[in-house]
């Protein structure tokens, strides 16, 4: 698996007081770690399941 398919991932989500995102109410940053081979998953479709690729070797260690 290269860097590239298996790798963290930086997200920021912020709540906004209404829908028209005046005023920020507070902001949430994180690193995901992404465990599988997403160009597989895609390939394979959102039906699979973590363990039906783990059991093929798709999942990143």
Wanted: charged share 35%; net charge positive; glycine share 4%.
């Amino acid at each position: 698996m290269s860097a590239k398919e298996c790798r963290n991932y930086r997200v920021r989500v912020r709540a906004y007081r209404d829908a028209k995102s005046r005023e920020v109410l507070d902001t949430l940053e994180q690193q995901i770690q992404s465990r599988i081979d997403s160009t597989v998953w895609q390939q394979l479709g959102e039906e699979y399941a973590i363990e039906r690729l783990s059991l093929h070797g798709h999942v990143c260690r």
